[in-house]
Nanobody, 121 residues
Framework: QVQLVESGGGLVQAGGSLRLSCVASGTIFSINVMGWYRQAPGKKRELVAR???????NYADSVKGRFTIFRGNAKNTVYLQMNSLKPEDTAVYYCNAGVVVTPTTSEYDYWGHGTQVTVSS
């Protein structure tokens, strides 16, 4: 079994910064991609940023230039540095990982439980 645990959420004023962290643990052969999604009340869950094991990144247009995703030295960690936060960034942020648990199994998606980010105006 694989677990993803997020941390770093909280309340911040507009223009402020937060850094989210996510650590994957459990039976892991490889992690092909790690990323962050968010879901605001009444809205669908949406991609914020993702990074492949080769370092390729994708960002939502709404966060480009403000958010940066990066992996830690331990390849089971991913961070999201969020700068110039806006009230519209308020959401629950979820860590996601595409994990292969053994050399003979397929990649499977895992999710964390989420961490609340609230940006006040």
């Amino acid at each position: 079994q694989v677990q993803l645990v997020e941390s770093g959420g909280g309340l911040v004023q507009a223009g402020g910064s937060l850094r989210l962290s996510c650590v994957a643990s459990g039976t892991i052969f490889s992690i092909n991609v790690m990323g962050w999604y968010r879901q605001a009340p009444g809205k669908k869950r949406e991609l914020v940023a993702r990074m492949t094991s080769l370092g390729r990144t994708n960002y939502a247009d709404s966060v480009k230039g403000r958010f940066t995703i990066f992996r830690g030295n331990a390849k089971n960690t991913v961070y999201l540095q969020m700068n110039s936060l806006k009230p519209e960034d308020t959401a629950v942020y979820y860590c996601n990982a595409g994990v292969v648990v053994t050399p003979t199994t397929s990649e499977y998606d895992y999710w964390g439980h989420g961490t609340q980010v609230t940006v006040s105006s």
